[in-house]
């Protein structure tokens, strides 16, 4: 593979035969299976070369290499400017240092001095507790158990032995804390995490009373507002707004079709794999909260846009994910954020102004169509996957029709007839 970058054979044999040995060929190989162009390989492998250069003049093997070793070479070469260490190439040795760790060269990164190995251990049991028994989906995964270890960050807890001596007024000063710089949304997001982990180290035995149970659930009026969603006609211009000769617009007018017309959420869109996909029978399968996997039939508006998408400008790499990013490296787009970015990004396109800019607000539409059309909250509960009808309800206040029928006649008097 060094073939394709490198033109001299001093050059590759001083990469293939150095103290980086194969690492090199592994490094190219991967670069352009994910969709990287020669020019580009070209000016990531320099500060690779310029490393293994380093590592020669230094009488260096590849016994020597560490992390530490990678940091003095960068920082020496930022000191002299004579390689420039860009973004692309800090990515790279990051890459190559992975590689190094995985065949047990190089000893991987450990925690700060702060972490005790039974806390390391309690944290990733934790995690696997919240995969496993309590079924969630990855994204509440790593949000509950980095939220547990700033918790523990927090409390100074670097022993299993510190843990057990916490105490109620510890965690709600932690909660204050986080209320003077979050919103307050957020910090009942943290106090729900809190409530789960304290849960978990009462069930372990790790601590000897329920914390949890003193956590306060914070002030939150469900359902206060009207759901925001976004008219036909914005609709309309929205999806108008892609570019759909382009593979960006081609990706994004699918990925909002999704939205609009299947009330996907952003996550499910992100999970969405070619194998889920049944052309045959128009259906694909959605994987949702929970594990929860539902086979919904796939209209064909939708159907076309992803083909066209798939066919003429999905990049042509081993990943099975519908959706890629648009450049190299050709990836699963990295988490639900990068949907509502995509969303963001072509409401400001098409010059629609609203409060939510989010993937949820096209969720939002699908609910509220669904209702102003006379569906019921059974069919919008089974449209949008809800596990309960409760969380449906909120959208029958957007049903002005309907609920007309429910208001009593405002009575008026005798003195405002006469007037």
């Known amino acids: 593979m060094l073939e394709e970058i490198y033109h001299q054979k001093s ?27 020669t020019k580009h390989m070209q000016s990531r492998f320099g500060p690779l070369s310029q490393f293994n250069k380093w590592l020669i003049n230094s009488n260096k093997t590849s016994q020597d290499l560490d992390c ?25 040795f990051k890459k190559l240092i992975e590689l190094l760790v995985r065949d047990g060269i190089v000893q991987p990164i450990s925690e700060p001095e702060f972490w005790n190995a039974g806390i390391v251990t309690l944290l990733s049991e934790y995690r696997m507790y919240l995969i496993r028994e309590k079924g969630l989906a990855l994204t509440s ?32 000063r932690y909660i204050m804390d986080c209320g003077k710089r979050y919103s307050s949304k957020h910090v009942q997001l943290i106090a729900s995490c809190a409530r789960c982990f304290f849960k978990y180290l009462f069930r372990r035995g790790i601590i000897l009373t329920d914390l949890a149970v003193s956590i306060p659930s914070l002030k939150a009026y469900r359902a206060a507002h009207l759901p925001e969603y976004l008219e036909q006609n914005q609709l309309t211009k929205l999806l108008e ?12 007018y699918a990925v909002l079709l999704l939205l609009a017309r299947v009330g996907l959420r952003a996550s499910e869109v992100i999970n969405l794999t070619l194998q889920d996909i049944d052309w045959h ?25 992803i083909s066209n998408y798939v066919i003429h400008y999905r990049p042509e790499v081993k990943n099975s994910h519908v959706f890629l990013s648009t450049r190299a490296p050709f990836q699963q787009l990295n988490n639900p954020s990068s949907v509502s970015t995509i969303v963001r990004r072509q409401l400001a396109i098409a010059g629609i102004e609203t409060t939510s800019k989010g993937a949820h607000l096209l969720r939002y539409t699908v609910a509220t169509n669904c209702m102003r059309n006379h569906g019921s909250l059974y069919e919008a509960c089974e449209l949008l996957r809800h596990f309960s009808i409760d969380t449906t309800a909120t959208y029958a206040k957007v049903d002005f029709e309907r609920l007309s029928e429910l208001a009593m006649a405002w009575p008026i008097s005798q003195e405002v007839i006469n007037v």
């Open 11 to 37: 050059t590759i044999e001083s990469l293939r035969y150095g103290p980086l040995g194969i690492y090199p060929d592994e490094l190219a190989q991967y670069y352009f299976s994910n969709g990287y162009s």
């Open 141 to 172: 995964v790593k949000r509950l158990s980095n939220l547990a270890r700033t918790l523990v960050i927090y409390l100074n807890a670097s022993t299993i032995q510190k843990l057990g001596k916490i105490k109620v007024d510890m965690i709600h």
């Open 241 to 252: 707004s892609c570019d759909q000769q382009s593979a960006a617009g081609s990706r994004n």
């Open 281 to 305: 029978c128009g259906e694909f399968c959605i994987k949702g909260k929970g594990g929860q996997r539902s086979i919904m039939p796939l209209p064909s508006d939708v159907g076309e846009s």
């Open 68 to 92: 530490q070793l990678f940091d003095e070479f960068i920082a020496l070469q930022l000191e002299t400017k004579k390689c420039f260490v860009s973004s692309g190439a800090s990515f790279l």
